[in-house]
Nanobody, 113 residues
Framework: QVQLVESGGGLVQSGGSLRLSCAAS????????VAWFRQAPGNRREWVAT???????FYADSAKGRFTISRDNAKDTVYLQMNSLKPEDTAVYYC???????WGQGTQVTVSS
């Protein structure tokens, strides 16, 4: 069974940066659309960014201009570079293919003001 493993989260001050990584067991990212999502306490999981196999990218309005999604097919890894972080970015961040596979554990991002 394919497993998705997110990493790179942590505690950062407002205005800081983090780079999240998403690795998969099995070579599944190369021909698939991959997306990042996040879920803050008490909220629904929300979409953050998507990258197609062609590397075309799409972003939620909250992420535009601050976040960058990228992929390294050789490493079967997808990244989310997050800059100018705000307290409202605090959430557990998840990655997944589209269509979805079983969700991983996510990685916690906490932005202090």
């Amino acid at each position: 069974q394919v497993q998705l493993v997110e990493s790179g989260g942590g505690l950062v001050q407002s205005g800081g940066s983090l780079r999240l990584s998403c690795a998969a067991s099995g070579n599944i990212f190369g021909n698939n659309v991959v997306a990042w999502f996040r879920q803050a306490p008490g909220n629904r999981r929300e979409w953050v960014a998507t990258i197609r196999s062609s590397s075309t990218t799409f972003y939620a309005d909250s992420a535009k201009g601050r976040f960058t999604i990228s992929r390294d097919n050789a490493k079967d890894t997808v990244y989310l570079q997050m800059n100018s972080l705000k307290p409202e970015d605090t959430a557990v961040y998840y990655c997944n293919t589209i269509p979805e596979r079983p969700w991983g554990q996510g990685t916690q991002v906490t932005v202090s003001s």
